[in-house]
């Protein structure tokens, strides 16, 4: 079932924030260049264990392991140099700063070159359908058009393994079609991801498998086709929805 050597191995982690056990006993492998969907209702724990692993947070109990190393309590910045990239739910691009330079901050913070950083930017927002963006001041920007500058900036380091949160909330049905090929692309470079998202179709489009989350704890996990036929996860969504 699991690979012998995934790239990322979460062993039973927990986290509880005062009264509230928001990850209890999660466990998960990935394997290298793949696609896991995360889903479950509204607080169900899926930003928390997203915390866990990139290191925002750091597990009461259980393990993290990242590339053969025990990442457990190391901080987040390792971990982004380690090579794991994250979005943020709430997207928050630097202001005052034009597109590109955005894209160019993490680069600049591990030591790049300043026109080594340009380039690379430029080349990423080619890549996102947004280089005519480059130039514009990021709060003249879409939701749609943020969300792809936080997806170019959580890519700009070359991560191993790439955390979505939510990239495709409050995207129209259209922007959500040409967001997801793009999913399939980085993938298809080498990169795992592991996707947090809202819109059960377009999670199951691309991911090779799904988690599904409730309170805190996995109620089903496999392929998606059986995973959203499980009578725990319909009852968990219509339950909350
Ligand atoms: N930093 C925090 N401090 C206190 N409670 C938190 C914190 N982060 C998450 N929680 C709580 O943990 C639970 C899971 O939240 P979250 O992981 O954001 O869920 P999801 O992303 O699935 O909607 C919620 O009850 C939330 O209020
Ligand atoms: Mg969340």
Redesign the pocket.
Known sequence: MSNPTPLLRVSDVSKR??G?Q??GGVSLDLAPEEIIGII??????????F?LVSGM?IPDSGTVEFDGQDITRMNSTDRARAGIGRTF?IVRPFSGMTVAENVMVPLLVNNAHVSTAHKKSLELLEDLDIHHLADTPTEALTLAQRKRVEVARALATDPKLLLLDEVLAGLNSREVVSVLPFVKRVRDRGVAILM?EHIVSAVMEVSDRMMV?DH?KVIAHGVPESVIKDPKVVEAYLGAE
């Open positions: 924030f005062g509230v928001a990850v479950g209702p509204n607080g169900a724990g899926k930003t928390s264990f915390n947070h739910q947090i989350l805190g």
